[in-house]
């Protein structure tokens, strides 16, 4: 009896056991490549972006004393990091893209309008094609977007 007690305690501890695991290896790696990230827009004091956040293969991150802004994708089709200086920006606003016949949103971009040149960046944020659980997704990446764009936009103000 106490054998098949100790069998069972270990398989059971080794079926909790590997998938913990496996995600605190996926979280150390995601972490890592963030800083690096960081790193590369700011050598010197990558911990200067002091707010950062993920959803679905996206990590946005500010500087909010310095007003510089991050967004990473990590999605596996266009792994891409964009930076922009929010001290150059007069103006930001989220592009939801609609389905022709539908109100679905398939596309989210962030808009910049550069202060002296008037210039329009856009940064893709959602892509419909890119999702793999669409339309629950699509709502959480639009408040996401909603909420970050705020944040910038505070930014952008002093």
């Known amino acids: 009896m106490e054998t098949t007690t100790t ?18 290896r996926s979280s150390a790696a995601s972490k890592s490549r963030i800083l690096n990230i960081k790193k590369r827009f700011n050598p010197n004091h990558p911990e200067d972006f002091d707010l950062t956040e993920s959803i679905n ?29 929010l001290n150059t920006i007069a103006s930001s606003k989220l592009i939801p893209t609609t389905d022709a016949g539908s109100d679905t949103i398939i596309k989210i971009d962030f808009e910049f309008q550069e202060k002296e040149t008037s210039k329009k960046i856009l940064i893709p944020f959602y892509d419909f094609d890119d999702d793999r659980i669409k339309q629950i997704s699509v709502y959480q ?10 944040i910038i936009q505070d930014s952008i103000s002093r």
């Open 141 to 150: 990446n639009h408040q996401f977007a909603k909420k970050w764009l705020k």
């Open 7 to 24: 069998i069972m305690g270990i398989v059971i501890l080794i079926i909790v056991a590997i998938p913990v695991y496996f995600s605190a």
């Open 57 to 85: 293969n996206k990590t946005l991150t500010i500087d909010q004393k310095n007003n510089k802004f991050i967004l990473m994708n990590f999605n596996p089709n266009q792994q891409e990091s964009t930076y922009v200086d």
